[in-house]
């Protein structure tokens, strides 16, 4: 794609990062047969290929308006784009800049504002997140229908193991999965227990940064990678074996650590190990000796695969492969690649397009009418849960449960 960035924007290193972007772009359309939003509105502008002139457009100087910015605020991020674009276009990292300069420029509503500004200082901190969710639990009877389903169920988790290991590995524990669905975790410390394998968790790390990433507050989520990265770097330098993530939203965040903080001459090269160290439990697991887990059972199940796995980490099939080696029988998914809607903070941003999303998704994953759904992210599993009529859980605690 020939471009014209004005002199301003190429004077900065994401305006060269987003020209080398979009002349990478051949402009041949294949990733508009993958976009979940391109799918549902049939709108060019709401599909990559357009979102992407939308951004050329704002670093060549032209106008910019609401429109594009509401354009830009309707991709998922879901990266589907990535997978099948035989270029190479890293789209993710393009509409992030693209973001981030049009919220510089477009004077959002008050009410935007503010239902922003309250994700970016509630959601990343478990202990305000937490109060707020007791006080709406409380208030959950008198709620309406939709957002009464919108609200998880309490979850205790069961007691992670206390034994110590010479192997040694760092977990995330997470912002809204700490809260949420805190038994993902206590379920990975207790199978990489019986796998040898001790977990250490930080008290001073916190959100991965994802939510501040992708609500155009680039600064803010800076600070939340450094933060971690000074939690884990003792431990890393003790001899951690590995950074395990858990929701694999979170993982892409962490592993994009070393593009995010490149420019940084302070942080750059701890952020370039932390990536190299951080793996999906997926990734771990499929390297263990996992013969203790395996069992005979005729359990239907369904995995939906997050977009945050098979688009952004690439590891699509792993998971899968993992549960049908261990026994399991595995549902077939039409359209397995679309986005559920859950897409971090869209369901709340973008209700009624990922009301949408979520409808397809479920029938798509109730087509086999499997006994369980199981994914890999937080954020999927609580949007799914939502609405599913068969009970969603995090992979892990399938062999957390034999």
């Given at each position: 794609?020939?471009?014209?960035?004005?002199?301003?924007?190429?004077?900065?290193?994401?305006?060269?990062?987003?020209?080398?972007?979009?002349?990478?772009?051949?402009?041949?359309?294949?990733?508009?047969?993958?976009?979940?939003?391109?799918?549902?509105?049939?709108?060019?502008?709401?599909?990559?290929?357009?979102?992407?002139?939308?951004?050329?457009?704002?670093?060549?100087?032209?106008?910019?308006?609401?429109?594009?910015?509401?354009?830009?605020?309707?991709?998922?991020?879901?990266?589907?784009?990535?997978?099948?674009?035989?270029?190479?276009?890293?789209?993710?990292?393009?509409?992030?800049?693209?973001?981030?300069?049009?919220?510089?420029?477009?004077?959002?509503?008050?009410?935007?504002?503010?239902?922003?500004?309250?994700?970016?200082?509630?959601?990343?901190?478990?202990?305000?997140?937490?109060?707020?969710?007791?006080?709406?639990?409380?208030?959950?009877?008198?709620?309406?229908?939709?957002?009464?389903?919108?609200?998880?169920?309490?979850?205790?988790?069961?007691?992670?193991?206390?034994?110590?290991?010479?192997?040694?590995?760092?977990?995330?524990?997470?912002?809204?999965?700490?809260?949420?669905?805190?038994?993902?975790?206590?379920?990975?410390?207790?199978?990489?227990?019986?796998?040898?394998?001790?977990?250490?968790?930080?008290?001073?790390?916190?959100?991965?940064?994802a939510i501040s990433q992708h609500l155009a507050a680039a600064e803010e989520a800076r600070q939340f990678i450094k933060q971690n990265i000074d939690a884990w770097w003792p431990?890393?330098?003790?001899?951690?074996?590995?950074?395990?993530?858990?929701?694999?939203?979170?993982?892409?965040?962490?592993?994009?650590?070393?593009?995010?903080?490149?420019?940084?001459?302070?942080?750059?090269?701890?952020?370039?190990?932390?990536?190299?160290?951080?793996?999906?439990?997926?990734?771990?697991?499929?390297?263990?000796?996992?013969?203790?887990?395996?069992?005979?059972?005729?359990?239907?199940?369904?995995?939906?695969?997050?977009?945050?796995?098979?688009?952004?980490?690439?590891?699509?099939?792993?998971?899968?492969?993992?549960?049908?080696?261990?026994?399991?029988?595995?549902?077939?998914?039409?359209?397995?690649?679309?986005?559920?809607?859950?897409?971090?903070?869209?369901?709340?941003?973008?209700?009624?397009?990922?009301q949408q999303l979520l409808n397809n998704k479920l029938a798509a994953l109730n087509s086999d009418q499997a006994d369980i759904i199981v994914t890999a992210n937080v954020g999927?599993?609580?949007?799914?849960?939502?609405?599913?009529?068969?009970?969603?859980?995090?992979?892990?605690?399938?062999?957390?449960?034999?």
């Amino acid at each position: 794609m020939q471009t014209s960035i004005t002199e301003s924007y190429l004077a900065t290193a994401a305006g060269r990062e987003a020209e080398a972007i979009l002349r990478s772009c051949v402009h041949c359309g294949f990733c508009t047969a993958t976009c979940p939003t391109y799918q549902l509105l049939g709108d060019e502008l709401d599909g990559p290929r357009g979102r992407i002139y939308l951004i050329k457009q704002l670093l060549e100087g032209q106008p910019v308006s609401r429109v594009t910015q509401q354009h830009l605020d309707r991709c998922l991020t879901c990266r589907a784009c990535e997978t099948t674009c035989p270029s190479g276009v890293q789209y993710g990292r393009l509409v992030d800049i693209g973001r981030e300069l049009i919220e510089q420029q477009i004077h959002r509503p008050a009410a935007q504002r503010l239902q922003r500004f309250l994700l970016r200082k509630l959601l990343p901190y478990p202990g305000r997140f937490a109060i707020l969710l007791g006080i709406v639990r409380l208030f959950k009877p008198a709620l309406p229908a939709r957002l009464k389903a919108k609200i998880p169920a309490l979850q205790t988790p069961s007691p992670r193991p206390v034994a110590s290991h010479n192997r040694k590995m760092i977990i995330l524990e997470g912002c809204v999965q700490s809260i949420t669905t805190p038994n993902t975790n206590a379920a990975t410390a207790r199978i990489l227990d019986k796998l040898g394998i001790s977990l250490i968790s930080p008290t001073t790390q916190g959100c991965c940064g994802a939510i501040s990433q992708h609500l155009a507050a680039a600064e803010e989520a800076r600070q939340f990678i450094k933060q971690n990265i000074d939690a884990w770097w003792p431990y890393i330098m003790d001899g951690a074996e590995a950074i395990i993530v858990t929701a694999s939203g979170c993982g892409v965040q962490v592993k994009d650590y070393a593009y995010l903080l490149a420019q940084d001459p302070a942080y750059a090269a701890k952020a370039k190990k932390i990536s190299e160290l951080t793996l999906d439990l997926s990734e771990l697991l499929a390297g263990e000796n996992l013969r203790d887990f395996k069992l005979n059972s005729h359990q239907k199940v369904t995995f939906h695969s997050p977009c945050s796995l098979q688009h952004g980490q690439q590891l699509n099939g792993q998971v899968e492969q993992i549960l049908t080696q261990l026994g399991y029988q595995l549902s077939d998914v039409p359209d397995s690649h679309l986005c559920c809607g859950s897409g971090g903070t869209y369901s709340i941003l973008q209700p009624k397009l990922s009301q949408q999303l979520l409808n397809n998704k479920l029938a798509a994953l109730n087509s086999d009418q499997a006994d369980i759904i199981v994914t890999a992210n937080v954020g999927c599993q609580l949007h799914l849960n939502s609405q599913s009529t068969a009970r969603v859980q995090h992979w892990i605690e399938l062999l957390d449960s034999q």
